[in-house]
């Protein structure tokens, strides 16, 4: 049963990479450079794109949301009137726990790719299935928040190593939790050592002007030879 | 590709139910009451278990922990010095982000039912599929920590309408978060109108002794008629 599960596993990565490509080559078309944005529930994804996305002065960001059901965080980003697309994974993809490329494909039209510069694409909160499914992005982020415990690169290992940067969230309740930084960076660094990381309170705002300057970066060097 | 998709997943839950049924059938003979543990990464179901399974008056508890990688809480929970024996889902699993009824199966016969009178099964850590695999289990149980926000029941209907009790974790935070419990409640009975929910600190012990009744009261109910 395992085996023809795994092969079934491995048909749909293929085709989900032949689409990521596709997706790609829209995004890189109208000059988007693209971030997969991934954590676990309530690492707070949304609330540093509310802080981060509010100052990027001169860079044109727009945002998709990946949810299970909803439009909370939708709602939040419109708010900052920023151009923003809800995807549900229960609205005709079988409530999938990750976005795949299929999924984001069907938003582009949706998308005013002609007027952005950088497009965040909020992926589904899960640690495990989104580092598996490209969905034609440029960069992968993803958000660690220290009240998840400093053991979390050890048991899903997978998502710590698929990211570019890791962005330790919700530090200003460092002084209230037992979390322990350094054993986080040496269980960090045994996964995917040397991972760039940097330590933010998206709700206090602390860390976040080089969460902007890092996405800012990124865009500059979009055309560039990856 | 959706529809042949969700064929496919239709009929990996119906396997899964008939092995689940099967794993039921052997917890039954051995008259061992069975809970699925399941929440989001770092919600604290781990420390939940070290406090309220350690001071189980004669109710003989084990426990089964999945995890996609790593035996951080198997070691954790053999500490108390109860059966507890670690599925990775990366070991022959393909890496899955939940526990299913056939990777439970293949755990059994390393488990010493007779021996115990309860089995708290640990899920991986995700808010999404967990809530659509039964393993075999009498009670589903989630734990949802205040540090993930008061939006969780809106974005993940399906786990918070799978469980008969929610234990809503890491109170001793509520003072230094934006968390509006109000708010909480409202989603969650707007999606399990009435399910019973329990406010607990596994990190001071406040409610703990709740939630471990709660545990002891399952056990004698075992063999009454669902």
């Keep these: 049963m395992h085996r023809t599960r795994v092969r079934v596993v491995e048909d749909a990565l293929d085709a989900n ?4 490509r596709a997706n790609r080559d829209d995004f890189d078309r109208h000059g988007v450079t693209v971030v997969n944005l991934m ?16 100052s990027l002065q001169g ?11 909803g439009r909370v965080d939708a709602d ?33 039209p949706s998308l005013p790719l002609d007027e952005l510069d950088l ?18 992005e440029d960069h992968r ?25 890791v ?16 054993k986080f960076d040496y269980h960090l660094d045994g996964v995917h050592p040397g991972v760039p990381r940097m330590l933010v309170s998206a709700r206090t705002g602390e860390g976040i002007d ?3 300057d890092w996405l800012v970066a990124l865009t500059t060097r979009a055309g560039a030879p990856a």
């Design 210 to 212: 080089e969460v902007r």
């Design 119 to 136: 497009l965040v694409i909020e992926n589904v909160g899960n640690l495990v299935c989104p580092a598996e499914f490209r969905v034609g």
């Design 17 to 20: 990479n032949t689409l990521a």
């Design 39 to 54: 954590s676990a529930p309530g690492a707070g994804k949304t609330t540093l794109l509310e802080r981060s996305l509010a």
């Design 76 to 108: 939040r980003i419109a708010a900052l009137h920023l151009p923003v697309v809800q995807l549900n994974t229960d609205h005709g993809f079988g409530g999938e726990c990750h976005l795949d490329a299929n999924m984001v494909r069907s938003a582009i």
């Design 141 to 165: 982020i993803m958000v660690s928040s220290v009240a998840e415990g400093e053991d979390k690169p050890l048991k899903y290992p997978l998502m710590f190593r698929a990211c570019e940067l």
């Design 59 to 69: 860079v044109r960001a727009g945002v998709l949301e990946g949810d299970v059901k």
């Design 167 to 182: 962005i330790v969230n919700k530090i200003d309740l460092l002084e209230h939790l037992d979390f322990d930084m350094e």
